[in-house]
């Protein structure tokens, strides 16, 4: 299922991403630092969404206190919650 996430706090403006018998199966950011986002994708696509969350969660950018990899992990938690 395709899901879509406004990220705060970072240069990223959306996130879309697709969760298939939980896994990410695509991942595709809009905005932020390119080839940064893209390469989280590639890493993260294929992965069980519960290790992404684990793996990202709490990663901070320049002091932001969040990142476009831990925004991607709250994305994840927001689609985990909307399904149950």
């Known amino acids: 299922m395709w899901y879509t996430y406004a990220p705060k706090g970072v240069c990223s403006r959306k996130i879309d991403f697709n969760i298939e018998d939980g896994v ?28 992404v969350i684990r793996r990202l969660s709490g990663i901070n950018c320049n002091g932001r206190g969040t990142s476009c990899p831990d ?4 994305a994840l938690k927001a689609a985990l919650e909307q399904k149950a």
Do not use: D, H, I, W
Request: aromatic share 4%; net charge negative.
């Open 71 to 74: 925004q991607l992990s709250k």
């Open 24 to 51: 990410v199966k695509e991942c595709r950011f809009t905005g932020g630092c390119n080839g940064n986002t893209q390469g989280v994708c590639a890493l993260v696509e294929g992965m069980p969404v519960e290790e």
